[in-house]
Each structure stands twice: as C-alpha cells, then as structure tokens.
C-alpha cells in the first residue's frame, strides 16, 4: 500500500486534528442581492437571470483562502445533506411566497447527477462560453426568438464569468502570499497556484495540478449554489494530464500523489466529527421537487414545517436518545453526495483502468478519507492487479469502494434506449444509483413495500398513525389462499407505483421556478443545445428511479404467511393480525416460530427466494408499463433504502418476519440483519435469482465480514474472489464493510481511538464516532451475528 509523503501526513494532521473539530462557517445568511445598493437594475431581470447573479455574489464574497502545504485551494461554503444550505436569495417575497405553495425555495436544487466536469478541463469556460453565444447569436437573429431559451444563455454567460473571478481571487491571494512567505520552496509552490488559478477553469487544462484545480473549483461553485453533486468518472478525466506530466518529466510519482492527496483533502475539509456542534439549515425547500396542493393544503404546509424529514434535527439534551430528534441527528450530515467512479470500460469497451484509477483508491484509503466516496467498475477485462488492490483495501476501508459490476448494469442502459456508447460511459449519482455521467438529471423515489404488505393486511390503515393511508383490498381473513393475499399486495404495490410515476410528471419543471441553475445547465450535455435548464428539460436523459424499498423484510413475511398460515395452518390470520396489533405482546412464542421456523431471504433457499422473483418481476412490469404512457421521462427500477433504513422503519408496525414496531429495514437490497446465516456467497446467489436487467439503475448488496477472515496474502486473495464471484453471478452493485464487533463497541467508549473507524450506511460511509448512539448500535447489530 501507499507510503504517505510528508506533505499529505501534514493535511492528514490537518484534517483529524483541526478541521473535523471546526463547525465551518455559513456564508450569506439573511443576503437578497436584491436589497444590495447597485443591484436595483437586477430587479427587472427574469428569476433565472436573477439567480446568476446570485451565483455571481458567492464567486466574489465567499472567502479566499489558501492553507500551509496545500497544492489545490478554495473552500466551498459551509453546507450538507443533513443539515441544508445558506444561499443568498434573488427573489421578491411574492415569489418566494408562490415557490413555497409548492413547497419549494432556493435550496430546492435536486443535485444528484454529475455536470460534465471535463468539458471544463478540456475546454475551459471560454470554450463552453463559445457554445453558449453561439446558440445565443442563432436565437437573437432569428425571427422569433425564444425568450426562454435567450434568458437561459445570459444566465449561463454571468455565471460563467463569475467561476473566473472566483479562481482570479484565488490567484491575487497566491501573490500575495508569495510576497510575505519565508520559506523558497512555498514560495514556489504559491507562485505555481497563482499561474494555475489564471490559466484554469478561464482556459483549458495544460497539466495535472490545473486540471485538478479547475474540477475542484468547478465543483466548489456549484455546490456552494446549493448542488449536492457528485465527482463523475475522476480517473478518466485526470488520466491523460498525468500521463502527458509523467510521459514528459515534468512530474514525479511522488509529485502526483501530493496533488491528488491535496485534491482528496479539499473533499474532506467540511467534515464535522463534533456533530452537536454543527448548525442546522435545513429548509423544506433542500431536494423539494414540488407538490401541487390545494389552497387548504398549501396553506397549512407554509404554517407548518413544511413536512421536511427529521433527518436534520439537532441532538436535544432534555430527551431520550432515542427519541426522533435524538435517533435521527446528523444522520447526513457529513454527507455532500460526493461519490466519484473509477475503472470501468471505454466507450469502445476496452478497458479504462488507469494509473489514476490505482492512485485514488491508494491514497484515500492510506489517508483513511471519508471523501469522495469512492465506486469501481469491475468488468470480465479488469486487471487482476486493480481486483488485488480492490481486496487489499476492503479487507480495511470499511464499506468502499462500492464494486459495480458492468456486466451486469451496462445492457439495463442499453435496453432501456441508451445507446451503448454512452451506456458504458456510466458512473454514480451522489448515492449509488447509476446515470449517464454529464448527460442525465436524476430523481427517485421510495415504493415502500414492507408498508403495502401492511395496508393489504390491515385494510389500508396504519399501524403507527390509526389512519387510513393505503386501498382496502378486502377482509385478510377471507383470503382462502397466499395467492389471493399476493394478488391483493400486488394492487397496494401498483398503487403506489402509480402514485409516485403521476406526481413526478405532474412536479417535474416545477423548481425551474425558484430554483434553476445557468451554470450547472451550461455544462451539462443539451441544455444548451435545448436553450432550457437542467431544473426542466435540458439534460440528454431525465431517469426517474423507482425503487422497492423493504425488500428482504416484504419477501420474509410473506414467507411466513405462506408457510405458517396457509400451507402448514400452524397459526391463522386472525392470530397473526392481533400479534401484529399488539407488537408481539403476549405472542413471543409465536414471534420466534416466525423467525426461525420459516426460511429466510439471502441463503440460497428457493422457497422465499422464489417469491422475491415473483414480487420483483410484478414491481417492474408495473413501472415498465409507464415507459409505453409517455416519452418525456425515463423510468427505471431499482431496491433500496440507502442510510435511511433505519429511518424508513421508524413508523411501520410490527411484521409477520417477526420484526417489531419501528425496526430498522433490512438496508438495500440486502438479507435482514442477522438472517443470512449462510454466508456471503449463499446472499449472492438468493439476489441473483431475479432477472435483473431493468434494475440496472442499482440494487446493492451490502455485506458486513469480519475483517479478522481476511488477514494477510490470502486474505486478499479471499476478498478477490468475493469480487469476482459476485461479478461472475451476476450482481449489479456490491458493498462490503470489514470491521469487527469488538472494534464498534470500543468505539463507543472510546470514540478517540477510532478516528478513522468508517462504516458503511447503505447510501453512503460515515465515520461511526460521528454518528448517533441508536444508529451506532444498529451497525453494531449488523456484526453480532
């Protein structure tokens, strides 16, 4: 594995000892550019060009920095998932207040899908520039021009020019630095990131360092504008600025590792480990897509929280730690989406592993980093070295990188009309879920099955809430047979997919209205071409993913009901529906027969595996079937929860698996905690069963091994062939997370001996002494098996 260099020993430093213990700064609070002497001639602009401006005030005020021993600089505002954003507003109250009848504000940018950072690295903003006034000359000459279209560009042409004066900020500060350093050999370094921050993103890349610079400070701006994004293919478009600087001499091995150390810190640098310390922001605008309500409702959503999740809420001292706030807090909050992809095939389908590919995974797990988090492509081509080195680092690095498997998800694109050029040019979205890097807007939502199974058993009510929330499919005691149960659960599942395919249709373009982008639109593929926004039609694909979330749990009770209730009549539906009710009080017995007398979902066993089969081949026959009702979206399918797991079970009751009341869900598409007991190649072989082509947008497994199997050469080895069998099954997305239980709890009482201890949540890595005492004892769970 990598030795670090003294210069990335010092960041690390840095990082773990300094600015993971900083709450950050929020930038702009209470800012409307409006109210600013000067700005009066912007009120008479259209929103989008308004909000250009707004773009254009965070590039001249957000501080310019430049830290001892870093090679890449600038800091993006102080912003997360979990905990929202502060960005300066560009709107009248009328607006605002029209947005928020919609449940929508400036935060509801939906981020997600990658812009195409290497246009800027290949072409620089005078390139993309270029295209933009070109479309712009062509609407302006012609007879009628698109208003629309014409606004979109002006708004695309400031916010550009606003990137430039960010990285120009950047340059004054290096001179001036270099003016005042003692030190020769920083004062080189500070007067090559002077030279960098003139050259680059204003004009293309000629080097790694500026090509470096230019995605991180095109990825700061963008994020600072409230875009949670992730990094794209990052080996590919650095790839060939290393070789040419290696190729040349210009550049050491050495050299190269302490920029791409340096980048990879400026990922990390907004990391709170001290979480109670952090402030809340969340807005019920942060990743709104938009409700249509009726007056009434709009009313009482402006009134009220605005029915934002409780993900956000802050750690309260004067409650249990278990209570909502309590369970939930920081649970994103050292999330930013930031994934980033490597390895993979060409658009030619040769492979595309490259040196950069080995050095990214090398150097964040040597410096034991949370960000990016990191995926890799993994093919029938792929070197065995990059598979020894993927074992090696996940016999460790808990829970990354995630292993796509191309095989496997390139032909779902392909089917599904991408032609196969582009489909293999495919990485992550800011979880795990698959787009065209540049090309795509990307949504999703949750079909919450486990939930079905309930209104099917409990005619349509509630067991948290007493209401009324899904169909009454009929009495369950009259059900004569497990078909006639299916065939009712089907219809509460179809329900749902109806429910989620017709909102999106009827919200997507809503946000276009408080929230658009110009400089997120201006380099991602079509929105130029389109003369619209990617907050409306301007990406190449707009995927809407639905997903099944609940699965193992959905799969296992309909096993017991199969099993118990109808074929071996060992309990009858009138009995299961008061333990239910009751939460198992007074039914322990036959909570127990339930859970171990019935087989169980990742175990190789056909009884209930057949049934996942089943369920899913009837979840995405329902969801294919809105491909053929209009063209304006594409939808696809996929299982998961992603960290919300825990969350998404706080409020559905017990179930016939023997889960209790408020339970976490089984994460992803992954056996429920505990029940897979024939280990990990017997869970492969169980989520490999169902044909998966349409589910190409992401159904991960997630695995938890002791890492204590896997030690030295043949530990390697073993972890290799995990890789590899996986791929060879069939499975689409893999997660391992290799820790030990004896490390978690220590954790716990020591939590400043595990610094770097990461886990993974199903949608992203955390740092387990920054999470919440309920979540760290629901990974631990995980382990005591």
Not at 12 to 40: A, C, M, S
Not at 167 to 184: G, I, M, N
Not at 307 to 323: C, H, K, P, V, Y
Request: charged share 25%; glycine share 8%; aromatic share 10%.
């Amino acid at each position: 594995m990598l030795q670090l260099t003294p210069r990335l020993e010092k960041l690390k430093d840095r990082l773990f000892n300094i600015e993971y213990h900083d709450p950050g700064v929020w930038h702009f609070q209470n800012v409307n550019i409006l109210d600013i002497t000067g700005n009066e001639f912007m009120k008479d602009d259209p929103l989008v060009v308004r909000k250009a401006y707004a773009q254009q005030h965070i590039c001249r005020y957000l501080p310019a920095e430049i830290k001892p021993d870093e090679l890449i600089v600038g800091r993006p505002n102080q912003n997360s998932v979990g905990w929202g954003s502060v960005l300066p507003k560009y709107y009248t109250k009328d607006e605002g207040e029209l947005a928020a009848r919609y449940e929508l504000d400036e935060c509801s940018l939906w981020g997600h899908h990658p812009p195409a950072f290497d246009k800027i690295l290949t072409q620089g903003v005078t390139g993309v520039k270029a295209e933009v006034e070109e479309a712009l000359q062509l609407q302006l000459d012609s007879a009628e021009p698109d208003e629309m279209a014409v606004n979109e560009y002006r708004a695309m042409l400031i916010s550009l020019d606003a990137l430039v004066e960010f990285s120009h900020r950047h340059a004054a500060e290096a001179l001036k630095q270099a003016q005042t350093v003692q030190d020769d050999i920083r004062r080189r370094e500070l007067m090559d990131i002077y030279h960098t921050c003139q050259q680059v993103p204003e004009f293309p890349a000629q080097n790694l360092q500026q090509a470096l610079q230019a995605y991180w400070f095109t990825y700061a701006i963008v994020n600072s504008g409230g875009e949670f994004i992730p990094l794209g293919r990052a080996d590919q478009y650095l790839y060939p600025f290393y070789k040419k600087d290696i190729d040349s001499g210009r550049l050491t091995k050495e050299q190269a590792v302490d920029l791409l150390g340096s980048f990879l810190v400026k990922c990390n640098e907004r990391v709170i480990i001290d979480t109670k310390k952090a402030e809340n922001h969340f807005s019920f605008g942060l990743f709104s897509q938009g409700v249509v309500l009726n007056d009434e409702e709009a009313q009482s959503r402006i009134n009220g929280t605005g029915g934002f999740a409780q993900r956000a809420l802050m750690w309260q001292d004067d409650e249990d730690i278990n209570s909502e706030a309590n369970f939930n807090y920081g649970q994103s909050g050292n999330d930013w989406l930031m994934n980033c992809m490597v390895g993979g095939v060409h658009p030619d389908g040769t492979d595309a592993t490259n040196d950069i590919s080995y050095l990214l995974i090398d150097i964040m797990h040597s410096m034991q980093l949370l960000f990016p988090t990191m995926g890799a492509r993994v093919h029938k081509n792929t070197p065995q070295s990059f598979l020894e080195l993927l074992g090696a680092v996940l016999r460790y690095g808990q829970g990354e990188p995630m292993i796509y498997n191309d095989e496997a998800i390139i032909p779902g694109f392909v089917e599904q009309g991408v032609p196969l050029e582009e489909a293999r040019e495919y990485c992550n979205d800011g979880c795990w879920e698959t787009l065209i890097s540049g090309k795509s807007h990307f949504s999703y939502a949750h079909v919450m099955n486990l939930r079905c199974l309930e209104h099917v058993l409990f005619r349509g009510v509630s067991l948290n809430n007493g209401e009324k929330e899904g169909l009454d499919t009929g009495d369950p005691l009259a059900f004569q047979s497990f078909d006639e149960l299916y065939e009712a659960y089907v219809r509460q599942m179809d329900d749902r997919i109806d429910f989620q395919c017709e909102r999106r249709l009827e919200n997507f373009g809503l946000s276009y209205m408080i929230a658009p982008d110009p400089l997120f639109s201006s380099i991602t593929y079509d929105c130029v071409k389109k003369g619209r926004d990617i907050s409306q039609d301007g990406a190449r694909y707009i995927f809407h993913l639905i997903l099944a979330t609940g699965l193992a749990d959905t799969v296992d009770a309909l096993a017991a009901i199969k099993k118990m209730v109808f074929e071996e009549k060992k309990v009858t539906m009138a009995e299961l529906l008061e333990a239910l009710k009751n939460n198992w009080k007074g039914a322990e017995k036959l909570r127990a027969m339930l859970m171990n007398a019935v087989p169980k979902f990742g175990n190789d066993n056909d009884y209930v595996d057949e049934i996942a089969v089943r369920l899913l081949h009837d979840f995405e026959t329902r969801v294919v079937s809105w491909r053929e009702k209009q063209d304006r979206l594409m939808f696809s399918c996929g299982i998961g929860t992603f960290e919300n797991y825990a969350v998404l079970g706080r409020d559905i009751g017990a179930s016939a698996n023997g889960r209790c009341f408020g339970d976490a869900l089984a994460p992803n598409y992954s056996p429920v905690a505990g029940q897979d007991v024939e280990g990990p190649t017997a869970a492969i072989k169980s989520i490999t069963k169902p044909d998966l082509l349409r589910f190409y947008c992401g159904t991960p497994l997630d695995i938890a091994v002791n890492s204590n199997e896997f030690v030295g050469e043949a530990g390697i080895a073993r972890m290799s062939d995990l890789i590899r069998s996986f791929c060879d099954l069939g499975g689409q997305i893999l997660t391992i997370t290799s820790t030990n239980v004896e490390d978690l709890k220590d954790a716990k009482i020591h939590p400043e001996n595990h610094k770097s201890l990461r886990v993974r949540m199903g949608g992203l890595s955390a740092y387990f002494i920054a999470m919440a005492p309920a979540q760290q004892d629901n990974i631990i769970k995980r382990f005591s098996r």
